[in-house]
């Protein structure tokens, strides 16, 4: 295992992330760089995990309120996206 506590952070992200007195904006970027490195399918469930272990810690962090909100919300349903049919009647 990497630097991390947890297999979902492996890069410790979210670890320092609470470790550091930081504004909202500054978890919303660190949330996002270790989104980028998480697989899609599965992302809530590595949040909801994360959340467990660390926003019982600190529950008025700002990380907490990303990691809720990530944890809670549902991929959107794959369904058409466009293409030049919609765009022409």
Same mark, same amino acid.
């Given at each position: 295992?990497?630097?991390?506590?947890?297999?979902?952070?492996?890069?410790? &992200?979210?670890?320092?992330?609470?470790?550091?007195?930081?504004?909202?904006?500054?978890?919303?970027?660190?949330?996002? #760089?270790?989104?980028?490195?998480?697989?899609?399918?599965?992302?809530?469930?590595?949040?909801?995990? &994360? &959340?467990?272990?660390?926003?019982?810690?600190?529950? #008025?962090?700002?990380?907490?309120?990303?990691?809720?909100?990530?944890?809670?919300?549902?991929?959107?349903?794959?369904?058409?996206?466009?293409?030049?049919?919609?765009?022409?009647?």
């Amino acid at each position: 295992m990497g630097k991390g506590e947890f297999a979902a952070d492996p890069r410790g &992200l979210i670890l320092e992330a609470y470790r550091m007195q930081i504004g909202p904006e500054d978890c919303r970027t660190i949330f996002l #760089d270790w989104a980028l490195g998480q697989p899609a399918d599965g992302l809530a469930e590595e949040a909801a995990e &994360l &959340l467990a272990h660390y926003g019982v810690r600190q529950p #008025d962090h700002p990380m907490t309120a990303i990691l809720r909100d990530a944890a809670s919300s549902t991929p959107p349903a794959p369904g058409r996206r466009g293409g030049r049919r919609s765009r022409h009647l």
